[in-house]
C-alpha cells in the first residue's frame, strides 16, 4: 500500500477528545498513564524512585470533572501496580499489582458503577507486566509477560488461550493487540512477528530467522486498519506498516523524530496514517522534531511524504487531538467536495475586489490539507487558480486604464492577485504596471513608496529609481537628495542627483559650501573638485587679508592645497620685512624671530589634529633665520642644538608623508573619505581653537552659518 500524506501531531499533552469512529482507538501510551478515546478517563499513578515503570498507587480520575473515581494505595515496601490498561470507550480499566511476598493479579473493574470484575492470575512465576490492552470491541483483554502471552474474555474473565513464546528467549517482546475482529492476536519482538488464531490457539506466523540481528515490525502500539490486514507501529525513530497475513514489511519511514516517543494509526481514509509524537516520561518534548517536519511550532499537522512537507496545520499541540482528527477526515471527504464545488459555482456572482476576495478564500480552503488522494478537489485547484489569475490580470488592466495604482498595492498586500506562497504573477505583472502608472503620472512620492513594496526584483528597482531621479521635483532640497543618493547609492542613476547637488554647491561659491559637499559625498568624482575650489576660495581670503597670520592659518589649515607652497612664500616676504630693521641689532632681530618659531612649535604640541602645516611654518621661519642672521649668536647655538635636529627629522618625515598623500590624492577618483575627514578635522579644529588671524576665523564662521541657514530654509 503506497502512502503519500501523514497527519503529524507534535504534543506533549494527552490531547484526545470525542469517541472514535474507526475500528481502531488511539491513546497516551504509556505505562502509568492511559487514556480512553475520548479523553475523558484517565488512569494514573506516580512512579516510583527506584522503579520508575511502577508506582505505589493507582487512581482513575474524570478528567472533564476532575472527580477520583478509584484509588488505591501501597503502603512503603508493601507493594506496587503497574501495566495500567483502560478500554477504548473508558468502560473497563486494569492494571496489574501485587504485595510483596504474594502472589500478583492483574485486576479488571467496572468503571460505571465501579466494580471489581476479574482478578487474572499469572501461571507459574509469570508475570502479566510487560503489556496490557483491551480490543478494540472491549470484549477481549491482552495480557503480555516476558515470554508469554494470554488473551482474556472481559464477560467472564476465562482465559481464551494463553500463548506460549515460539522463538528463543532472547527474541524479547516488544508490543502486541487484537485484531479488530476479535480473531488473531499480534505480537511484534526484537526479532520476529507472531500472529495466532485465537479460537484455536494456532500460531498462523512466525517470521523469526536466527540470520537476522533484528526485526522491523514495530517497537511502538499497533494499530490495524478497518480490516484488521494491515497494522501500523513505531520504529526505529520512524514507522512501519506491515501485513499481518505475511509479516512483510509494505512501508518504512525512519528517523522521522529525533528523541520524541511515538505512535502510528489509520484515519478513515486509510492511505493516509496519523502518527503522533509524544512527550517522554518526565514530560520533555524535542523542539527539533518540528524543525525537522519544516512545522513552524509544535502542533497538529497534515504532512505530505512525498512533497515532505507540511500540508495543513490541523490544530495547536494543546488543541483536542480527536477534533483533529476529525478536521483530517473532513479533509478528504465528499461532503468537502461538494461544498467548494458549490462555492466555486457561485464566483461569477462576484465583481472586482470583491470577486479576488473570493478567489483567495477558495484557493485557500482548496489547499488546506491538499493530498494527491481527492481527484475532485485537485481539479478544482487547478481551475480555481487559472480563473483567478484571469479575473488578476482582468483588474490589473482596468487599474492602468483608471491610473488607480494603490488599488494594485492594495490587492497585492493582501494577497488577493494571486496565492501568498506564489509571488510569480505580482512580479511579472503587478509591479510593471505600477510603475507604469507612476511613470505616466510622474508621481515621484508614489514611484519612492514603490520601493518600499516587498519582492521587489532588483531590475525593477534600478527602474524605479531612474523613474524616480527623472521625476524628482525641483522643490526638493539638498538634504532630501543627499538622502535619497545615500539610500540608493548602488543605482547609476543617482550620479545625476549628484550633478545637480553639486551644482547648487558651485552657486553658494562658499568655503562652507564645498566643505559641506564633501563631507557628505566622499565618493563622488565631485569630491575632488569640491575640495580644490575649498582651498581656492580658502586661499582668496587669506589673500585678501595678506597678513603673516592669514597665511599661517591657512597653511595650517588646508595644508594638503596646491596653494600651501604660494602662501607661505607671501608669508616669508612679509617675515622678511618684519624682521629687517635699521633700528634694531642682528642679535634682537635673530632673538625675536626665534622665540616666535619657537612659539608656534609650542602651539603645534598642543594640538591634536594634523600639525604639518605648523612644520612648515617653522621650517620658513628657520630659513629665514638662517638666511638673515647666520652669524647671529641666537642663530648659531639654535643650529648647534639638539632641539633643531629633532626638528629636522621630524619636518624631513612630515614632508615625506605629506608628498606621498598629496599624491595619493591627485591619482584617486573618489573615495577621498579619509582625507577629507582628516581636512574637515583640521580645518574645523584650527580655526575653532588656535587661529591666528581673527578676522579670518569670524568670516569662516559667517559662511558657515549662512550655508546652514540656506539648508534649512530648504526644509
Known amino acids: 500500500m503506497r502512502i503519500t500524506s501523514l497527519l503529524v501531531l507534535l504534543s506533549t499533552l494527552f490531547i484526545l477528545s470525542s469517541p472514535q469512529v474507526n475500528a481502531t482507538r488511539i491513546h497516551y501510551q504509556d505505562v502509568l498513564k492511559q487514556m480512553d478515546n475520548s479523553g475523558r478517563y484517565l488512569i494514573t499513578g506516580n512512579e516510583r524512585a527506584r522503579h520508575s515503570s511502577s508506582a505505589n498507587g493507582v487512581s482513575v480520575i474524570d478528567n472533564h470533572t476532575g472527580k477520583q473515581i478509584f484509588h488505591e494505595e501501597y503502603g512503603k515496601n508493601e507493594g506496587r501496580v503497574f501495566n495500567f490498561a483502560m478500554s477504548p470507550s473508558g468502560k473497563y480499566f486494569g492494571y496489574w499489582a501485587e504485595k510483596y511476598e504474594r502472589k500478583g493479579f492483574f485486576y479488571v473493574y467496572q468503571r460505571s458503577p465501579l466494580k471489581l470484575l476479574h482478578k487474572i492470575p499469572s501461571p507459574n512465576s509469570w ?53 479488530p475482529d476479535d480473531q488473531k492476536l499480534v505480537v511484534s519482538r526484537e526479532k520476529s512477528l507472531n500472529v495466532w488464531d485465537i479460537s484455536t490457539g494456532k500460531l498462523l506466523l512466525n517470521t523469526f530467522d536466527r540470520k537476522k540481528n533484528s526485526g522491523r515490525h514495530g517497537w511502538g502500539p499497533i494499530r490495524f486498519n478497518k480490516t484488521g490486514t494491515h497494522y501500523l507501529s513505531a520504529w526505529a525513530a520512524g514507522f512501519v506498516m506491515v501485513n499481518v497475513e505475511t509479516g512483510k514489511i509494505t512501508y518504512v519511514l525512519e528517523d522521522l523524530a529525533s528523541r520524541s516517543d511515538i505512535m502510528a494509526d489509520f484515519i478513515a481514509d486509510e492511505r493516509l496514517p496519523l502518527v503522533t509524537f509524544i512527550s517522554g516520561r518526565g514530560g520533555y518534548h524535542d523542539e527539533a522534531d518540528a524543525k525537522r517536519l519544516k512545522a513552524p511550532t509544535a502542533g497538529i499537522y497534515l504532512y505530505d511524504m512525498v512533497k515532505k512537507k507540511v500540508v495543513s496545520r490541523l490544530g495547536d499541540k494543546d488543541d483536542n487531538y480527536q477534533e483533529a482528527r476529525k478536521k483530517a477526515d473532513y479533509l478528504v ?37 491538499n493530498t494527491t488522494y481527492v481527484t475532485a478537489i ?10 483567478w489569475l484571469k479575473a488578476s490580470t482582468e483588474q490589473v488592466a482596468l487599474a492602468q486604464k483608471t491610473g488607480n495604482a494603490q488599488l494594485l498595492i492594495t490587492l497585492a498586500e493582501q494577497h488577493l492577485l494571486e496565492p501568498q506562497s506564489e509571488i510569480s504573477f505580482y512580479q511579472r505583472k503587478v509591479l510593471p504596471a505600477i510603475l507604469a502608472i507612476y511613470q505616466q503620472q510622474k508621481d515621484y512620492q508614489g514611484l519612492l513608496a514603490m520601493l518600499t513594496l516587498a519582492n521587489l526584483p532588483a531590475t525593477i528597482a534600478d527602474s524605479v529609481i531612474s523613474s524616480a531621479v527623472k521625476y524628482m521635483p525641483e522643490s526638493l532640497s539638498l538634504n532630501e537628495r543627499l538622502e535619497f543618493v545615500n539610500k540608493f547609492a548602488d543605482n547609476p542613476a543617482t550620479k545625476n542627483v549628484i550633478a545637480d547637488i553639486y551644482k547648487e554647491v558651485e552657486k553658494a561659491e562658499s568655503i562652507a559650501a564645498y566643505l559641506w559637499f564633501s563631507e557628505s559625498l566622499p565618493d563622488s568624482k565631485q569630491a575632488k573638485a569640491a575640495i580644490k575650489n575649498m582651498h581656492q576660495l580658502a586661499f582668496e581670503l587669506a589673500e585678501n587679508r595678506a597678513t603673516i597670520a592669514a597665511y599661517n592659518d591657512f597653511i595650517i589649515a588646508y595644508p594638503w592645497a596646491t596653494q600651501a607652497q604660494e602662501a607661505n612664500e607671501l608669508a616669508r616676504v612679509l617675515e622678511n620685512d618684519e624682521y629687517s630693521s635699521f633700528f634694531s641689532s642682528d642679535d634682537e632681530l635673530s632673538r625675536r624671530l626665534l622665540v616666535r618659531s619657537k612659539q608656534i612649535a609650542r602651539k603645534a604640541k598642543q594640538q591634536s589634529y594634523d600639525t604639518v602645516g605648523y612644520l612648515m611654518i617653522i ?69 575653532d581653537k588656535a587661529a591666528q588671524d581673527r578676522e579670518m576665523a569670524s568670516e569662516l564662521t559667517r559662511q558657515h552659518r549662512l550655508w546652514e541657514r540656506y539648508l534649512q530654509k530648504q526644509e
Open 127 to 179: 508475570d502479566w507486566d510487560r503489556g496490557a490492552e483491551f480490543s478494540v470491541s472491549e470484549k477481549r483483554l491482552y495480557l503480555q509477560s516476558y515470554t508469554n502471552s494470554v488473551v482474556v474474555d472481559v464477560d467472564s474473565g476465562k482465559t481464551l488461550q494463553l500463548f506460549k513464546g515460539v522463538t528463543p528467549r532472547h527474541d524479547d517482546f516488544k508490543v502486541g493487540a487484537i485484531t
Open 333 to 369: 471527504s465528499e461532503e468537502r467536495v461538494e461544498k467548494l464545488q458549490a462555492q466555486y459555482a457561485q464566483l461569477n456572482n462576484f465583481q472586482g475586489q470583491e470577486q479576488l476576495e473570493q478567489y483567495a478564500l477558495l484557493f485557500t480552503a482548496l489547499s488546506n490539507g
Open 378 to 387: 485537485n481539479t478544482l485547484l487547478a481551475q480555481t487558480q487559472k480563473d
Open 619 to 687: 621650517e620658513r621661519m628657520n630659513t629665514l633665520l638662517q638666511d638673515n642672521f647666520p652669524g647671529a649668536e641666537a642663530t648659531l647655538r639654535y643650529l648647534e642644538s639638539e632641539e633643531f635636529k629633532d626638528f629636522h627629522r621630524d619636518f624631513n618625515r612630515a614632508m615625506k608623508s605629506l608628498e606621498t598623500r598629496l599624491d595619493d590624492i591627485n591619482k584617486s577618483v573618489g573615495k577621498l573619505n579619509s582625507f577629507i575627514q582628516r581636512q574637515s578635522d583640521t580645518m574645523n579644529a584650527h580655526f
